[in-house]
């Protein structure tokens, strides 16, 4: 069935809840008109029938001509958002303070100045307390204007005071925007590519953060700068695989919330990333019990009293919980049970499918697919390494695609594919040589699969020892070792050369590293 492309006012209104609906119908029918009784029916007309069918719609309301739709759908549009705004206001401090803002417009546009400076004050207050820098510099730019309206005795001084309050909230925001800029650079860049492969682009990274990460005092820093700081450091270490300075950072960041627990309601966003970077540190670095510690505490966000979960938090948790649920199997080793989980996970991503970027509905099937191969589930692991491999439109993260080639070609392998093997080892290197990725990791084990002996050759053993002591040799060698990142290739060897379920191998190590985490814990 093919995919229906949806307007912006339809999208709009799928995604509305009940209390949304009966919310609109409200806040909708305080105007009466017939142009109002047109909108009110093309959105019942778009909630029933789940779309807009421009020539049953037009046929079932004769009023409205064929060149008014497109007016129609903007206006209906319009009411929906501003609906959505009045629900909302109080339950979003940004929201909240942006109305006040609006109102004291509105009243400075009226001449009355006493009551809008007044207004003002208390959308001041409410952006001090919530450290909502953005906010007060618009506010403090309102307060000029309204202080030459009321001139008084102490003229010179107030407007020297919001001088002064003006610059210091434009110096921090200047380095707010220098550490988000900085952030978004390395992000795309791993977006693009993936983790540092060699020297040259470790260089390109570097320069890239030595140039653009501003000179700062720590202890000056507010509590906003300081959190896109560390966002950043963590970024930048993470994409560098330095997890012990990028959990240290994840946990500076988190530790900022901890000390002002006032800032979690108001910068709810950068305290789900900052926790879910820390879970990233604790199971990079296999810390077992730190790491189910941090993912049990940012699964009880939602129960934060206070908290409204909106569409895209409950986006945002679904993510980042998800990924750790599988993370956690891969921990312990538990590749069969890992593999009951994806059903539950598969239904919940198709909701979210719609609304989420394909990097992470990427990065989900790629963890589908080793789940499955470490479950010796290969024909499973094949159908998600294809969903990557085919898709159109996923042309970045070319080291997810790279692996997912080369974990394509060892489950064919272990199904005996013959044909196929032979045929996806010309493509992979087709399609590594296009993407500039070829590495010895690749190189060995593409080798490996074009010269293995027949199945029952005693030469087979030998050639699956060779690769296991030529990769063994290679994860000591800088940017080589990426590799291991994305496939356990060692244990899969062990595995074979001890004539052993992939499963149980890793299995072995899992708990071997759980007891030694457990025992320096």
Request: aromatic share 14%; charged share 30%.
């Amino acid at each position: 069935m093919p995919n229906v492309k949806y307007s912006a006012v339809e999208n709009l209104i799928f995604s509305l809840t009940k209390s949304e609906k009966r919310f609109f119908k409200l806040f909708a029918g305080r105007i009466k008109g017939n142009e109002d009784s047109r909108f009110i029916r093309m959105f019942d007309h778009i909630d029933k029938r789940h779309g807009l069918d421009d020539e049953f719609f037009l046929k079932r309301n004769p009023d409205v001509k064929p060149s008014q739709l497109s007016n129609l759908k903007a206006h209906l549009y319009k009411q929906l958002l501003q609906s959505l705004r009045v629900l909302n206001t109080d339950d979003d401090l940004d929201l909240s303070i942006r109305s006040i803002i609006d109102y004291c417009t509105v009243l400075y546009n009226k001449c009355l100045y006493n009551e809008a400076i007044k207004k003002l004050r208390k959308a001041k207050k409410l952006a001090q307390k919530g450290d909502k820098t953005i906010l007060l510099l618009q506010i403090l730019e309102m307060e000029k204007k309204l202080a030459l309206k009321l001139i008084r005795a102490d003229f010179d001084k107030q407007i020297t005071q919001l001088g002064r309050e003006s610059e210091n909230i434009q110096n921090h925001i200047g380095k707010v925007y220098q550490f988000s800029n900085l952030f978004n650079q390395i992000y795309a860049h791993y977006v693009s590519k993936g983790f540092i492969r060699n020297r040259e682009e470790y260089q390109t990274i570097k320069t890239l953060f030595d140039d653009n990460l501003p000179a700062y005092d720590i202890e000056t820093l507010s509590s906003d700068e300081k959190m896109y700081l560390f966002s950043t450091l963590v970024s930048y270490y993470y994409f560098l695989q330095d997890y012990q300075k990028g959990l240290r950072f994840s946990l500076e960041w988190v530790r900022l919330f901890e000390e002002a627990p006032h800032y979690i309601l108001s910068k709810i966003e950068m305290y789900i990333r900052g926790l879910n970077n820390m879970a990233r540190g604790h199971y990079k670095l296999k810390k077992y019990d730190l790491f189910n510690d941090s993912v049990n505490r940012l699964g009880a966000i939602q129960d934060i009293k206070g908290l409204k979960l909106t569409d895209n938090l409950r986006l945002q948790l679904f993510k980042y919980l998800a990924t750790h649920k599988l993370n956690r199997y891969f921990l312990e080793g538990r590749f069969e049970s890992g593999t009951e989980e994806i059903p539950f996970i598969v239904n919940e991503l198709e909701q979210h499918k719609k609304v989420m970027d394909l990097h992470h509905v990427m990065v989900f099937y790629y963890k589908f697919a080793c789940m499955h191969f470490g479950a010796s589930q290969y024909q499973e692991a094949v159908y998600w390494l294809g969903k990557i491999i085919n898709h159109r439109d996923f042309d970045f993260r070319a080291d997810i695609q790279g692996f997912a080639r080369i974990l394509n070609l060892i489950s064919h392998f272990e199904l005996e594919n013959t044909d196929l093997v032979e045929y996806y080892i010309r493509s992979t290197y087709r399609f590594l040589i296009k993407k500039e990725d070829v590495n010895l990791y690749q190189k060995h084990i593409l080798r490996f699969l074009r010269n293995l002996p027949p199945e029952g050759d005693g030469q087979l053993q030998e050639a699956f020892g060779n690769l296991l002591d030529k990769l063994k040799e290679l994860r000591k060698i800088p940017y080589e070792g990426r590799a291991f990142t994305y496939f356990d290739i060692i244990s899969w060897l062990e595995s074979k050369i001890q004539n052993r379920k992939v499963s149980e191998v890793i299995r072995e190590k899992a708990l071997k590293t759980l007891a030694e985490s457990t025992n320096n814990g």
